[in-house]
């Protein structure tokens, strides 16, 4: 049965992910508040939404919240060209999303719901797939009762910020997608609204387990 009054503590709401899920969640019922952790103003107004301003993501883990949060959604994340260097791609990728999730422990959470990427593996000889794989051994040692790690392949959605090189590669996926089967298309894109849904409906279930859905399933 699903309790009809969760809250909700999210990071990364003014991502192309992470905001999709903040206007979703509005439309459930069982979600009574969604606690915007942000740099920046959403521009989103509802009554289910308090946003908590922070001057910046570095010290996460030491912020105090004065509640106590159901379920934690993890949106945050950057690129290697965008971060400008691998000990910047670290910080975001790897230090803050752990230092959410130790904060989301804190404050009670039951089910922690994080996107990492696809091919993520802590051995890997590539840089950004090992340390998205050692971000999310990092989040299942904390042992929520609940956590459902994403590894979506590229994001197809509508960008605020889309670089020529980006706007090529996503406009290029979503023509191959339209030959090939659903499944092996989904291997080269996935679609923000379903991946978006997704997360908030795996949210909601009670039930103790830990998954990893890689990008075919989403």
């Known amino acids: 049965m699903v309790d009809s009054s969760k809250t909700v503590l999210i990071l990364g709401a003014t991502g192309l992910t992470g905001n999709l899920v903040v206007k979703k969640l509005f439309q459930y019922s069982a979600i009574s508040k969604v606690y915007a952790i942000t740099r920046r103003p959403l521009g989103l107004t509802h009554d289910k939404l308090v946003e908590i301003k922070v001057d910046n993501f570095d010290s996460l883990a030491e912020l105090k919240l004065d509640l106590v949060c159901d379920i934690a959604f993890s949106c945050l994340g950057t690129t290697l060209k965008k971060a400008g260097s691998k000990e910047e791609f670290v910080k975001v990728d790897q230090k803050m999303v752990l230092d959410f999730a130790k904060l989301a422990k804190l404050h009670g959470v039951y089910g922690f719901v994080c996107i990492s990427g696809f091919g993520a593996n802590p051995r890997s000889p590539i ?84 998954k990893i859905i890689e990008a075919p399933a989403i």
Do not use: C, H
């Open 127 to 210: 840089f950004y797939n090992r340390i998205k794989g050692l971000t999310d051994d990092g989040i299942l040692s904390l042992g929520f009762p609940r956590t459902i790690i994403f590894r979506p392949s590229l994001l197809l959605g509508n960008r605020q910020e889309s670089r020529p090189a980006e706007f090529f590669s996503i406009q290029l996926v979503s023509l191959l997608k339209k030959f090939l089967p659903s499944k092996l298309g989904k291997y080269l894109g996935s679609d923000v609204d379903l991946l978006a849904e997704r997360m908030i409906i795996e949210s909601l279930s009670m039930v103790q387990e830990n």
